[in-house]
């Protein structure tokens, strides 16, 4: 039972395939919950829960320290190599009301790899299926988690770089979402610091809205 000295967060994570949704909610939830590894299909076709266990050292309320709980809700990619996006959407729909229905979401994570470009295109087709997803209010509980950030620092992009070589459409999706953005090398957040550096920027954008969470109903489409 939650007391008052525990908190805890409902995550999404949401992304076209291969994207590093599965690692990244592996590297929240500090597991290895989640399949993932590299292949020429869709690896993650169904939805599934992961819990952390309790997270001390990250958050704190009137000078007291509070027990973290992470839920990460894993989903099957938008594009999915054997999925329709009405199949993809109906299951992550079903799965968010079931798993996050009584208490709400706090936060979507759009997984987007830092070392490919973001193309118009994508970036309308991803929107509009969080927006259909989430609703209109959907960028205020949306952050963007630009994985393979080992890749782009490999390529010589310091963060602040990468962003002053970003393309419009990307600097047009993190504005739309308020600029709630952070980079993630999925190979390092397995160290203890690095989870809590990612930790703490989420609790930081949860915060920023005022901890609302969205509520969840199934709308079948
Ligand atoms: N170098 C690097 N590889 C990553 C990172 N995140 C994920 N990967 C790799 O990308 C592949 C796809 O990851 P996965 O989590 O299964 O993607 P999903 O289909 O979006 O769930 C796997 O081989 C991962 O090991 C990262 O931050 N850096
Ligand atoms: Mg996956």
Same mark, same amino acid.
């Given at each position: 039972?939650?007391?008052?000295? &525990?908190?805890?967060?409902?995550?999404?994570?949401?992304?076209?395939?291969?994207?590093?949704?599965? #690692?990244?909610?592996?590297?929240?939830?500090?597991?290895?919950?989640? %399949?993932?590894? $590299?292949?020429?299909?869709?690896?993650?076709?169904? $939805?599934?829960?992961?819990?952390? $266990? $309790? +997270?001390?050292?990250? +958050?704190?309320?009137?000078?007291?320290?509070?027990?973290?709980?992470?839920?990460?809700?894993?989903?099957?990619?938008?594009?999915?190599?054997?999925?329709?996006?009405?199949?993809?959407?109906?299951?992550?729909?079903?799965?968010?009301?079931?798993?996050?229905? &009584?208490?709400?979401? !706090?936060? /979507?994570?759009?997984?987007?790899?830092?070392?490919?470009?973001?193309?118009?295109? &994508?970036?309308?087709?991803?929107?509009?299926? +969080?927006?259909?997803?989430?609703?209109?209010?959907?960028?205020?509980?949306?952050?963007?988690?630009?994985?393979?950030?080992?890749?782009?620092?490999? /390529?010589?992009?310091?963060?602040?770089?990468?962003?002053?070589? /970003?393309?419009?459409?990307?600097?047009?999706?993190?504005?739309?979402? @308020?600029?709630?953005?952070?980079?993630?090398?999925?190979?390092?957040?397995?160290?203890? &610091?690095?989870? /809590?550096?990612?930790?703490? %920027?989420?609790?930081?954008?949860? %915060? @920023?809205?005022?901890? @609302?969470?969205?509520?969840?109903? !199934?709308?079948? #489409?």
């Amino acid at each position: 039972m939650p007391g008052s000295n &525990e908190m805890t967060i409902n995550l999404l994570v949401l992304g076209r395939t291969q994207s590093g949704k599965s #690692a990244a909610g592996n590297s929240l939830l500090g597991s290895s919950d989640f %399949k993932n590894y $590299c292949s020429p299909r869709s690896v993650t076709t169904c $939805c599934s829960l992961g819990r952390s $266990c $309790c +997270i001390l050292g990250i +958050i704190r309320r009137n000078g007291s320290e509070l027990a973290l709980r992470v839920r990460v809700l894993d989903t099957p990619g938008y594009p999915h190599s054997s999925l329709s996006k009405e199949q993809v959407r109906d299951r992550v729909s079903s799965a968010l009301a079931h798993h996050f229905g &009584e208490e709400g979401l !706090h936060l /979507a994570l759009l997984v987007l790899r830092a070392d490919l470009p973001l193309c118009p295109d &994508e970036s309308y087709h991803t929107t509009q299926f +969080i927006q259909e997803l989430l609703g209109p209010t959907w960028n205020d509980f949306t952050a963007v988690l630009l994985t393979h950030a080992d890749k782009a620092e490999e /390529a010589g992009f310091s963060e602040e770089e990468y962003l002053h070589s /970003a393309s419009s459409t990307l600097l047009s999706l993190l504005s739309s979402v @308020q600029h709630k953005y952070l980079f993630l090398d999925n190979h390092k957040s397995i160290i203890k &610091e690095e989870r /809590a550096t990612v930790l703490r %920027k989420l609790l930081n954008f949860i %915060k @920023q809205n005022n901890y @609302q969470k969205l509520p969840l109903k !199934h709308n079948k #489409a």
